[in-house]
């Protein structure tokens, strides 16, 4: 059966998906466009549906599919031009825990696309623990959709900065902050966690307070700052550096 109308109630429940308050009642998320929706059956999260729209031949991989038509699948899409193909995915629900390694603390980073960009990074360069506390919803479809699968690599935790701070006892925490030392010439613990804040007010004071120590990219002078995902992203590899040195 193919459902056409955007009144139907099975397309406003999973338009409902693309806002905050729609995946907080069900608890699951929307994946977009072949390639990531392979990627999300291949690594292991939990697939519930497949939207598909009915001019779409590509694989199904065996998961209950809901077929729309042209206009009913715009509506539960997010993107311009529509690959034809959405899985619905369950969040995962990871309670706030120490970590293992290197980690990551997302402090108020307000741009969904900034959280994804981010996690994108943090994937690739082996912060697969990321706390986020007052964030941008990691899950939203422009989040997602910036993570490139790094969303279903890591393991996001989500919490209030107080249980995040408790989590990180006795692990150092580095704060990136435009006062901080030279990163270039810092030396890292061989276990800490980043802390990057929000784009234009930066870290939170108890962030700050509970730092030990603070880091600085530095910029020419006509350079008042950089994009926080692109900070974080060359804050992350410059302190592993020595890691990946001894992994070569």
């Known amino acids: 059966m193919v459902i056409v ?3 139907n109630p099975t397309v406003k429940e999973l338009a409902s998906l693309k806002e905050k308050k729609g995946r907080r009642e069900r608890g699951t998320f929307l994946v977009e ?3 990531m929706v392979a990627e999300c059956a291949a690594c292991g999260m939990e697939i519930t549906r497949l ?6 031949a590509g694989e199904t991989f065996g998961f209950p599919t809901v077929t729309l038509g042209e206009e009913a699948f715009s509506a539960v899409s997010d993107e311009k031009t529509p690959q034809g193909v959405v899985a619905e995915v369950k969040i995962p629900q990871n309670a706030v825990a ?3 390694r290197r980690c990551l603390f997302l402090d ?3 741009d969904p696309a900034n959280v994804g960009a981010i996690i994108r990074t943090a ?3 082996g912060y697969r623990e990321i706390y986020l506390a007052d964030c941008a919803d990691p899950y939203s479809p422009k989040s997602v959709r910036a993570s490139m699968s790094g969303v279903f690599y890591a393991k996001l935790m989500r919490g209030t900065r107080e249980e995040i701070l408790q989590a990180l006892e006795g692990v150092s925490l580095i704060a990136a902050d435009m006062g901080g030392e030279d990163v270039f010439s810092f030396a890292p ?4 966690c980043l802390a990057i804040g929000n784009e234009g007010n930066g870290l939170s004071g108890a962030v700050r307070a509970r730092a030990d120590f603070t880091v600085a990219i530095p910029m020419e ?6 994009n926080a995902a692109v900070s974080a992203g060359i804050l992350m590899y410059i302190l592993s550096r020595d890691f990946f040195c001894r992994a070569k």
């Not at 939207?51 to 779409?56: G, L, P, W």
């Not at 002078?221 to 950089?226: A, D, G, Q, V, Y």
């Open 5 to 7: 109308s955007r009144q």
């Open 33 to 35: 466009g072949g390639k």
């Open 51 to 56: 939207i598909v729209r009915a001019d779409y």
């Open 98 to 100: 120490p970590p293992q």
């Open 108 to 110: 108020g980073v307000s």
């Open 123 to 125: 994937v690739a360069a």
């Open 189 to 192: 613990p061989e276990k800490f």
């Open 221 to 226: 002078r006509c350079t008042e700052s950089l």
